[in-house]
């Protein structure tokens, strides 16, 4: 049969229902479910707060409902992504397309979108610019107008002459700050560095001029305003109730608005009063802030402050609080159809009850058009010209896109047929018709392709062949090693007195090393670990033969010494001549408290003796030869071969290993050697056993690096505890055999 595309349907399958696919779905994955308990929850939750207004648990289960309905939704869309990209971009020639429009259409609209978004970063700039010095330069009138004024107060000797020029003031400046207001406040400090005595005003009382309709007049000076005057920006907020300004009946609506105040105190070591000028940011600052720069104030909100808290937002007194907003709402009806993007920039202000400073954000709206005309150097170059110039750059664009898509498109026609072919010679294959052949008609590299495809073909049987063999032979090394570890003792090796642990890691399926707990007795067992020459299956069948040849010499002879010499006879005369075995055999007598072992050329024995302190590593090297060297009938490794006898103290740790752990090498070819082993044993022996023998291999491969073990590496090791000297058990020996 042949297989379908995925955009073509399965002949085989019966027609479903119109509909059914969408209930199935719903109905039956989670995601559906998801969505309809989701919508439903959400659904019954909006009733209800219709009904109770407010309720938190309703909220949290409303709150729930949403995202578990967003949650499928989410699933059900990439889910719809993955069918779209696999049905649509399922043949060449439409990714090639959709690759020539990500290529050349999307890189060219992405760098439209970049310089628009540099424009509107610069226009952005520009405005944070502008706001900041007319800002600046409103605090800088504001400081001279405090500073000039209170000077001439202090030359006056009544309230009502200082009320008076305070009126003319104002009256004078109404025109273009209509919200100016003053208030002459009574200061008792002195002022270091003050040379000239106070001026004949007194005042007793705050005394206000102007209207004062934006926030309650300071009744003092601050604290932290110094003698030498403050000028600067405040923060204020002013609440509407009762429908005002637009709001709904009984609803509450709060605005934050700036000030530029300035606080100015007369020349004098003892000053008796302080100027506080007002001049709040209101209609007639956005105003002209719009016809002036094309800039429109919308919003202000004031943020935390260099204590972390909220400031500037001072809590209003009643009066202030009842005050309505419509003074002072920002009008913006008369630019809302231009092009104004959005925009914050920020300003600092000071808190006036604390000196604390903080930071306000004024959303704004640039008008691109009227910041560019007042930039544009129109006087150079016109703007019809510089249009007419964009115009065509755009134009030639616009051409150069058309022409490279229509050349995509041919190219795509030229590539997918060749694929085309390739893909009927892959299904032709795949139905087992290895004799296909591709026609070749362009002698390109989609020719040469071709070319590869038929070659391919005429040798696939022959690989299918080597395949199956080289598949054969791996089943029979996996059945080898799974053969090979059922010889080595399995499960925990337990025996009152005695803690032992082992590990074989074969570098290859299967390998030479061979370890096993022989038991000899209720308080004796012997430990055996040997390393046949070479690797795989030719060791491992060596290693075999060794554990049934061990079974049985350890049962007559329990001297190490004495069943390493009648090994040797056996071996030498049934290996083959370029393999020998490494072996090291020890007895552990518990209730003679002694530990005989004989080392017929294997790796050192590591001895951790047990003492306080620092625990230094004994290495045991007993002189002995291999097994299995055909040199004579075996007098010279009789000759050789020594046994050696320790007393066993609890605590004693005993490592015996093959060279594959001692020999593993590095990057640079360097071993990690029985020193650096020693060194690890000394500074651990301390751990648990399984963590100390995990510790071990993990720092050797670690230092072997990603290519893995070179060789077979064993490991065994051993610790007397102090029960093992004390208190004999019977049930040691069986322990040890059914292990065996």
Partial sequence: MRPTTPSEPDPDQPPRPRGSWALDVITRSWAGRAILIGGVVKLVATLILRVVQDSFVVEVIGTAGTLALLIGVAYFAARLIGLARRRLLWRVRRKLI??????????????????????????????QYVIDTRLKAAVEQDQFLARSTALELGRMSSEAEARAYLERKQALMAERYPQLSFVVVPVGRACDGGTTAAGPLQIARPMTVGPWSHVDPPEALPAWVPCAGFSGLVAYTLTARDGSDGAAAGATTTRTFLAVRAAAVPDGASPRFALIVDVPIGQEAVSRLRQDTGIELRDISAYAGRNGQRSGRAAPSPATAKRSLRSFHLDTSEMSERLMPPWV???????????????????????????????????????????????AVGALFLIIQFFALVVGFALAQSITGSVHQLFIGTERVQQG???????????????????????????????????????????????????????LPQGQVQMPGLLMTANCTPAREVGGDYYDFLPLGDQQIGILIADVSGKGTSAALYMAELKGLMLSLCQIHRSPRDLMIAANRIIA??????????????????????????????????????????????????????????IDKGEKFAEFLEECTLPLTPGDVFVLFTDGITEAMNADEEMFGEERLSE????????????????????????????????????????????????PSPSAAASVAALS
């Fill in 680 to 727: 690890l044993v000394a500074n651990h022996a301390d751990l648990p056993f399984d963590e100390l023998r995990e510790r071990i291999f993990r720092e050797v491969r670690a230092f072997a690096g990603e290519p893995g073990p070179h060789d077979d590496m064993t490991l065994i090791l051993l610790k007397v505890e102090p029960t093992a000297l004390s208190v």
């Fill in 573 to 630: 005369d049934n290996i083959d001549s370029r393999s020998f075995i490494t072996m090291t055999y020890a007895v552990m007598d518990l209730e003679a408290k002694t530990m005989t072992y004989a080392r017929a050329g294997h790796t050192p024995l590591l001895h951790v003796p047990a003492c306080g302190g620092t625990r230094d590593v004994q290495v045991l090297t007993a002189g002995g030869m291999v097994l299995g060297l055909k």
């Fill in 98 to 127: 959709l690759s020539y429009i990500f290529v050349g259409l999307v890189p060219a609209l992405l760098i439209v979108v970049f310089f628009m978004v540099c424009g509107v970063l610069l226009f952005g700039a520009v405005s």
């Fill in 433 to 487: 018709d290895f004799s296909h052949q591709i026609e070749v008609r362009t002698r390109d590299q989609l020719g040469e392709l071709a070319d590869s495809f038929n070659e391919m073909t005429s040798r696939l049987t022959g690989l299918l062949a080597e395949m199956a063999e080289k598949k054969r032979l791996e089943e029979e090394l996996r059945i080898a090693r799974k053969i090979q570890m059922s010889l």
């Fill in 345 to 391: 920039v920020f300003t600092e202000f000071a808190d006036w009850a604390t000196g604390r400073r903080g930071m306000a954000s004024l959303a704004i709206q640039m008008s691109i058009a009227d910041i560019y005309n007042r930039l544009s150097p129109r006087e150079v170059l016109g703007q019809d010209t510089l249009a007419i110039v964009v115009l």
